[in-house]
């Protein structure tokens, strides 16, 4: 049988609603990879890769504002890891298209 703690870890965010690297507004959802989380951040549009044990998150995706060129996101929700091509696959739901 597992056993959990019971009490929860704050592992990124936790610091009010923004933009900021330290803030999260409507996450919709993440991956991990290695030591290593890919958040989707919906409503500023972009994804946030977040070390774990780090303060702060980098935004690797959506740095350009919200928008529908090819370097921006539109209340984006799932993002994957294609390892064999190295790169991500962003449903990118505001804009209607995966990238």
Do not use: F
Request: charged letters at 20%; hydrophobic letters at 35%.
């Amino acid at each position: 049988d597992a056993t959990w703690a019971q009490d929860g870890v704050t592992v990124a965010g936790g610091h009010g609603l923004g933009n900021a690297t330290n803030q999260l507004w409507n996450p919709q959802n993440l991956i991990i990879d290695n030591e290593t989380m890919l958040i989707v951040h919906s409503y500023n549009s972009r994804i946030i890769q977040w070390k774990i044990g780090d303060e702060n998150g980098q935004v690797i995706v959506g740095n350009n504002g919200e928008g529908n060129r090819l370097d921006q996101l539109k209340s984006p929700t799932d993002v994957l890891i294609d390892k064999e091509t190295d790169s991500l696959i962003i449903c990118d739901s505001g804009n209607r298209r995966i990238v």
